[in-house]
């Protein structure tokens, strides 16, 4: 039931209007996000991601479609559902430079409606909670950009929204403050059933450590959807090892590896040849219809004189995916994508 | 142990439901939230007495000097102290309160501002509160600077009804400046001009340097209108012996223009707000930053 569901969306379009032609930015995306999911979309800039987001957290209308968040439409329900959420944009400036760090966040404790001691009280608890007790007292405009944005991710989570949405979060980051954060989120939504995340990220590791299911995004649509695990598997039905040996195998060698029964090919691991794994070593790239034709590689290797020394399952990356499912990388932008990711 | 503590209430939906209470008391809650960062702004930032209040005081003073030298009766002298004083309530609604959104949307509160759960009416409100604190010590330095300085007497005799034409000033001031400031929300950036444009014309037509009635027929406009006008034309009547001559029509009447003034500019600026909400929503006006 789509009131049951953290985040529906069926066939969302946003058209902005621009010159010399309307720009889509949303191009009739589908999304159902569980109750306590940590949900991704993971795509390049311009791909739509912001977009949604602010159609969700009620800043945007969609040009067509329908969504809901937290069961509240987000055209008609907008009061209900700014109850319920919070959103924390990467390099956000919000607030007053001249307030110190507890007078903001009690500023926007305000804003949701936290009495006064309550509100203090929370103030308190988060500011432990994300590491700024050094900092409490500190004007919000000497921080520095980590501290800054522990700051925002605090005050995301000041009114205990069901529904946080994350944009690009650790945009800016260096990788401790950017760990610092993710940890954050992950405590967070463990803290208690039923909340649910929304990333924006167009870091691949970042939304394959945090997320439950991804959904890649490009030009305003999804391309594909799901856990990690399954992503990758989309891209690669064959299962490929990297599997190191003393020496090549004698008679016959990677002929006569690629001739088992179950293996779809056998070939030097790297471009350099078999050498590239080292002078006392060679890698071999091996691909198999799956994984039980291992076992007679192994034994075939054995039997042809090469003893094993490492053997490695190759995993495709989000970005292999996105690759195969684009035609490009991340960082070669698409057309139109401008105005997509404002 | 991360210290998250765990969900207040048990689903969304009973998050969601908020009784009435509930909703006033976060809006006046919000309202004091908005007020906080401008009230101590007082103390943290003190360059404001320089330039709230002294550079401010030097136009006053340029007109006080041109009186004296044209031999005009010496409560003119006091109709610019008053006036100089009341500018300050207008320079804060049109830079404060009507291009607020602007600067907001430019420091990127504004979409928090919008995702969170209080009417936008509640932040321009407590805008408008944190900003007469301000704004009313600027106003009372100018008239005391202006009554050492230049000599000037006050004679109140109806304290009591100088400060509820003072109140009744301020709700539709700052009321058109909610009205104003939701106009950013139609028209972006250009909003920000529009207050340029106002900031001088009401200068004039407001009468802050002289009393309206010299400007003939066109000072009935004007009361019907501006409620700076209308408020400082009642003021001075009671303020300075003598002045209700040079007033436009009698201060109960013009307390009367004010309450109606107050009540439509209100109510008009929720209006406006709601309406004007949902247009940027959706033409995407709240977060396109070029607008």
Redesign the interface.
Known sequence: MPDDLAIHARGVTRVYKAKPDPVTALGGVDLDVEPGEYFGLLGPNGAGKTTLIKILTTLLIPTSGTARVAGFDVVTETAKIRRVINMVAGGEQSGYGLLNVREQLWMFSQFYGLPNREGWRRVDELIEIVGLQEQRQQKVRSLSTGQRQKLNFARGLLNDPWVLFLDEPTLGLDVAAARDLREHTLAWKAAAPGRTLLLTTHYMVEAEQLCDRIAIVDRGMILALGTPEELRRRVQAESIFRIELDRLPENGGLAALASLPGVLSAVPADEDGAEAAGADRVALKVALADDSALTSVVTAVAERGSHLIGLAKSEPSLEDVFVELVGRGFGEDGEGSGAASQ | M????????R???E??D?STG?II???L??I???A??RI??LT??PSWVFFEILLPFLAVSAFVFVYRALGAAEEFVGFVVLGGAMTAFWLNVVWMMAAQFYWEKD???L????????HLMS?LAGMAIGGLVLTSSRALAVIVIGSVLYGVSYQIEQPLLLAAVFLLTMVPLYGMGMLFASLFLLWGREAFHLAQLLQEPIYFLGGVNFPIRHLGVVSGLVVATLPLAVGLDAMRQLVFPGAASQGVLPVGTEMTILAVMGVVFLIGARLALGWLE?LA????R????WQ
Not at chain 2, 111 to 118: C, D, G, K, Q, S
């Open positions: 991360s210290g998250f503590r765990a969900a207040t209430a689903n969304p939906r998050a969601a908020w509930r008391r976060t809006n809650r919000a004091m939230g908005r906080y960062p101590i702004g943290r930032e420091q990127g509160n979409e928090l501002y919008f995702t969170a759960p209080m932040i949902t929503r959706r033409e995407g709240l977060t396109l930053r």
